[in-house]
């Protein structure tokens, strides 16, 4: 199998396909869930921000 | 800053939790940490790399409406530049509003030069940055 590359994902310009993720949220000390339908209902822009692994630097 | 910024890696709550708790750099961390345990929001971007099973650093910019607006990715060896990110969020508020014009590579915040692309600017880019003093 090739390695996937960045061009297979999501195209600039198109609308993201809605995804739901767990989460820990620090400011309220508790875990909570959060979708992309939700944020577009509340009309947020949304930053996704991806990194390799917790305890490694950002 | 108007915006929901999610971190996302393909680690459990549960470590997220861990990691927030006992890294000191981490103490003043205010937004949610996703968990992409499955890595199918990696997938989705091309942000999953199948060597290692991590995630890339990768940074996507999403409208209101849904629409990603903005792409970068990095390998893992090397962090990013939040007032690039903050850059190219503040163009895009200013877009939202303005959608006749354009944010020219220089601009960094309202008030910056931007283009109106139009017949009289084709081929004269460079005197309308001039004129406009940019």
Redesign the interface.
Known sequence: ?P???????????????D?T???????KGD??E?S?AT??KN?????????????T?? | M???????????????????RD?KQ?AN????????VTG?????????????G??????????????????E?NF?NM?RNVDE?MRK?KA??HLAKQTAEGCPAKWKEEGDLTLKPSAKMVGRVHEALKEMGG
């Open positions: 199998m390695e996937a590359c960045a061009c297979l994902g999501c195209n600039v310009g198109s609308t993201v396909p995804f993720l767990e989460t820990f949220e620090p400011a875990f909570g959060i992309l944020l577009r009309k947020k822009w949304t930053i996704l921000f991806f990194y390799p692994a917790d305890f630097f950002v | 108007g915006a929901e910024i999610i971190t996302v890696s393909r680690d459990t709550k549960f470590v997220h939790l861990a990691w927030q890294e981490l961390v205010k937004y949610p940490m996703g968990s992409d199918k929001l990696a997938k989705m971007f091309g942000v999953y790399d199948e060597a290692t991590l995630s890339l650093r990768g940074t996507f910019i999403i409208s209101p409406e849904g629409k990603l607006l903005n792409a990715v893992f962090g990110l969020f895009n508020l």
